[in-house]
């Protein structure tokens, strides 16, 4: 069975999203052919444990088990079956502006604990020097839609090589109305992929927020090859195995409380669902 494809960024507003937008926008993202979605929580500043601990949990895996049971899947991915379960992952995006933002994840632990997926958008070349030594993070994101405020050099992406870190380009802001946005996009894109040799460690995702947004992953990897210059390999390795690393290294996360990420990617060990 091929590789699983995964949109690590469907983004959820946890304040005003009920279960019919959840549900809805699972289905959509399911129906376009992606075995996993990520419940994207997006925190500006410092990470608070009261305020920012994942919710939505129940629901959505009361959604999961209802889609499953309704197409006749086993839960277990070990049984033997042509088709594979979906899965709803859930992932907090700290958009940090200084040192003290970072710090604040690091002692809400249970904020990152109760998450699939840690994600930080660094806003400037010294946060992001920070990122890369920090084993709570599982995805460094971009604002693709914006001048970029640092580039990402050769030795950045060594250091995501050496800390089993991926960089995700969300494509939304290809497709949108803004023009200068669209700009930034196609320049951030190609960026990105030229200096990663090609799209090594990127992750592609929709960033919808809406069942239009949505986008099948084929799509987004097509767009990457004809607008970034992605060959068709890397370009659905982004929406598959690249997003999969993501995904199992926020189990190896939770699971050792950040302190053996690396050593169960040395060890190359797999880790069940939880």
């Known amino acids: ?102 710090v604040s994840l690091h002692e809400a632990v249970g904020v990152a604990g109760s998450y699939d997926i840690v994600a930080v958008e660094p806003a400037n070349e010294k946060m992001l020097q920070q990122v890369l030594q920090m084993d709570s993070v599982d995805l460094i994101s971009v604002d693709m839609g914006k001048r970029a405020p640092f580039q990402m050099r050769r030795t950045h992406w060594h250091a995501c090589e050496s800390r089993g870190l991926s960089v995700e380009l969300c494509m939304a802001a290809t497709l949108a109305r803004d023009a200068t946005a669209r700009r930034h996009a196609l320049q951030n894109g190609v960026a990105l992929t030229e200096r990663s040799g090609g799209g090594q460690r990127c992750v592609l995702t929709s960033g919808a927020s809406t069942v239009m947004g949505t986008r099948g992953p084929r799509d987004l990897a097509n767009v990457a090859m004809t607008l970034f210059g992605m060959s068709s390999a890397a370009g659905m390795a982004a929406v598959s195995t690249n997003a999969e690393r993501v995904a199992q290294r926020g189990i190896s996360r939770r699971l050792t409380g950040a302190k053996g990420v690396r050593m169960l990617e040395e060890e190359g060990e797999q880790c069940e669902w939880r």
Do not use: K
């Not at 959840?22 to 959509?28: D, F, G, Q």
């Not at 990520?38 to 629901?59: E, F, I, K, P, Y």
């Open 1 to 102: 069975m091929t590789s699983a494809f995964y949109d690590l960024n469907v983004l959820l507003d946890p304040d005003a999203a009920t279960e019919g937008d959840i549900r809805a926008l699972a289905e959509a993202v399911w129906q376009l052919g992606f075995q996993a979605l990520a419940l994207n929580t997006v925190v500006s500043g410092r990470a608070d444990a009261t305020q920012h601990a994942c919710r939505h949990r129940a629901a959505a895996d009361a959604i999961v088990q209802e889609w499953n049971a309704r197409r006749g899947v086993h839960a277990d991915v070990s049984v033997l079956q042509l088709q594979r379960p979906v899965r709803i992952l859930h992932r907090l995006t700290l958009r940090a502006e200084d040192t003290g933002d970072l």
